[in-house]
Nanobody, 123 residues
Framework: QVQLVESGGGLVQAGDSLRLSCVAS????????MAWFRQAPGKGRALVAA????????DYADSVKGRFTFSRDNAKNTVYLQMNNLKPEDTAVYYC????????????????WGQGTQVTVSS
């Protein structure tokens, strides 16, 4: 069974930083394509950042470029989302996702999802 577990969310003020973590586990998990999505109240789930390390490609939503950084630690089977200069508009539940194998796109085709971690940014 493949599991993704997010952590690191919290309540912060505008301008603060957070680092989200996502630990992947499962003996059959071998994907190199992972992503962070977020879902704000009343809105659909939107991609924040995605990366395929085998292809060497990483993409960010325009709204977070320059503020968020996606990284990984292979030894720990963990990916991170460093979020700097947080804004109230970043308030959402953040989800980690992974493709079972590369689906041909960084934007769709995610098979595994974490339970989400809440990020709330106040003014």
């Amino acid at each position: 069974q493949v599991q993704l577990v997010e952590s690191g969310g919290g309540l912060v003020q505008a301008g603060d930083s957070l680092r989200l973590s996502c630990v992947a586990s499962g003996r059959t998990f071998s994907s190199s394509t992972m992503a962070w999505f977020r879902q704000a109240p009343g809105k659909g789930r939107a991609l924040v950042a995605a990366s395929n390390w085998s292809a060497g490609t990483t993409d960010y939503a325009d709204s977070v470029k320059g503020r968020f950084t996606f990284s990984r630690d292979n030894a720990k089977n963990t990916v991170y989302l460093q979020m700097n200069n947080l804004k109230p508009e970043d308030t959402a539940v953040y989800y980690c996702a992974a493709q079972r194998r590369y689906a041909g796109s960084l934007y769709i085709g995610y098979d595994y999802w974490g339970q989400g971690t809440q990020v709330t940014v106040s003014s």
